[in-house]
């Protein structure tokens, strides 16, 4: 009787699939019902927007007679600049001939001949483009910035490292800058420091500080205790452990910190120049403005290979010996190659001959145009086929659904995804965007990424178990990933821009070249680190490389997968608004519309806001999907 009874009741279980496929049919059915109703139209005299605006306002009148300006924020200001100009006025000091020669020098101390050429002829590159000034420029800014970073966020992550009370203190905070995109640090800094190279270099330093503090820490957290006990030991103090054990101990991973700070430095010196940074990123935003991809191309170059000439070298420094000594050899060559240049700049002119310079503007227009007239049909087709049958309808069902039922919606996704208090902070941003006004462009912002974010996964995902299954896939695709991971973010606009025109399928293409890079790599090492013995298991069950796959490889990388669907989310947040410059429109255009026209600031200032926590509320939800338990298998006993 008990046996039929367990039979019978097995036997009415309803399916996994029932209840989500229930909610979801309500969902339509309540949406059908209320469509058009409760929408938040978006009003560009909001009174977010306006007291905004009032407020900076207030501030551009007190700048100079406020004791918070004068005697705090002014003198941030004035030191801030002072570096900067110290570092701009060595480099032009230095010469052409000089800087290159110093730059090279470097490199082969650093790394060896190799890596000397490839600076040198790196450098020198630049004023071949005709771009030696505003490449000294952003060099300067970006080493005043990364000074600035390191000179915070190294003592910040040493203290991290030492103390998990500061750590966990620390993380939210951390978690919100990295998940902030670019455009966000703009605006606020505007506000308080102004416009020009000071409020550029401290919006680089901020941004790029997060890296910094989260590589340092854990680095002092990796030193060996036993390390740290055997000095204690010896009656070493505190100090003298810090700064004999833990710092050299952690010295290669902390060459890495320099490393992505620089990186990080580079991607944000291009968006700095929208408040009037100097520097390459003029040159791309005069580009952008002009659809003129002969202007950006040289320009985003030029960022490229600074960027990979610093990477190289600081690579260099992170892989060797700590106790290895440099040779005489190598020693003597890279200060006659420093020497030569600068003996050399005494008897040239400090600028760039401008008989060297070769302009390569009109070659790339020519055949940008070649390639949109030769690719129209195809280029076109894409555009159309993605923005009619996709966008359109995506975007109009956000927009034109009740916020509530919108809101209802995420609590509910979050809920099942992630667990209650990462639901109910999704909740709590999407209020907010709802409260500041923004609601209309955030839902068009939030079709813009999701669209995005599917690509983005389906091609990474894909590329990712294609290089976890051959390692001669691997070999050949790794150097591409490295070359894609070191490039800013602006230079994804330039074949985006020049393949679609100023289109909201720009930003999208532009953004799912920019995210997919890390999304292979997260894969790839997601499936690698399966043990060795599970599949082994699997194997000697008789399943197939498909099988093993999907029912092993798959469910056991699910950590790796959703992390690499989290940062996949954030970068194509990011990379939109971004693509604000190139007719993303929504929430990128009101930012990049603040900054150039003064009456907009209001709408700008609280756009940069509303992205912010777009992007918190998508971050914690796959972030609270990576913390939860995978599902309970049946028990078929």
Known sequence: M??????????????????????????????????GTGTLPHNSEAAPFTAVTELREWIDDHRNDN????????????????????????????GWPGLIGVMGGLAWLAGGWRVALGAVAGFA????????????????????????????????????GLSERVRKAITPVLDVMQIMPTFAYLAPLALFFHIGAPAGAIATMIYSMPPAIRITALAIGQVSPTAVEASASLGATRTQTLFKVYLPLARSTMALAVNQTIMMALSMVVIANLISAPGLGSDIIRGLSRAQVGIMLPAG????????VLDRIMVAVARRDPHSRIGRGRLAAAGALALTGLAAAAFVPRQWPAELTVSVTRPINETVLWAETSWYGVTTFIKDTVTIYLLNPLETVFTTAPWWLVA???????????????????????????????????????????VAVVATLAIGVLLGIAAARSDRFSVVQRPLLDAAQ?????????????????????????????????????????IRNVPASVIEAATSTGSTPGQILRKVQLPLARRAILLAANQGIVLT????????????????????????????FGMGFVAGVATVLLGVMLDRITQGADGRSLPRKRNFT
């Open 2 to 35: 008990s046996s039929t009874t367990v039979t019978s009741a097995s036997g009415l279980r309803m399916p996994r699939w029932a209840a989500p496929a229930g909610i979801t049919v309500l969902f339509v059915l309540v949406y059908l019902v209320f469509r």
């Open 67 to 94: 004791p918070i300006f004068l005697y705090f924020l002014n003198y941030i200001r004035l030191f801030v600049d002072l570096v900067y100009t110290f570092f701009l006025s060595t480099l032009v000091a230095m």
């Open 125 to 160: 590159s630049f004023g071949v483009f005709g771009l030696w000034q505003s490449s000294v420029e952003t060099l300067a800014l970006v080493a005043a910035a990364v000074l600035l970073s390191l000179a915070i966020g190294v003592p910040i992550g040493v203290w991290a």
């Open 301 to 308: 170059i030029a960022i490229v290979i600074m960027a990979v």
């Open 408 to 450: 209802a919606g995420v609590l509910l996704a979050a809920w099942r995804v992630s667990g209650a208090r990462p639901a109910l902070t999704a909740l709590a941003c999407l209020l907010g965007i709802a409260l500041l006004g923004t609601w209309e462009h955030s839902m068009r912002t939030l079709t813009t990424v999701a």
């Open 486 to 526: 070191t490039m800013p973010a602006f230079v994804y606009l330039l074949p985006a821009l020049a393949l679609f025109g100023t289109t909201r399928f720009t930003a999208i293409f532009a953004s799912v070249i920019y995210a997919v890079p890390p999304v292979v790599r997260l894969v790839e090492d997601g």
């Open 573 to 600: 947040l990011a990379m939109v608004v971004v693509g604000g410059l190139v007719g993303a429109g929504a929430l990128g255009y009101d930012v990049v519309l603040g900054f150039s026209q003064r009456p907009d």
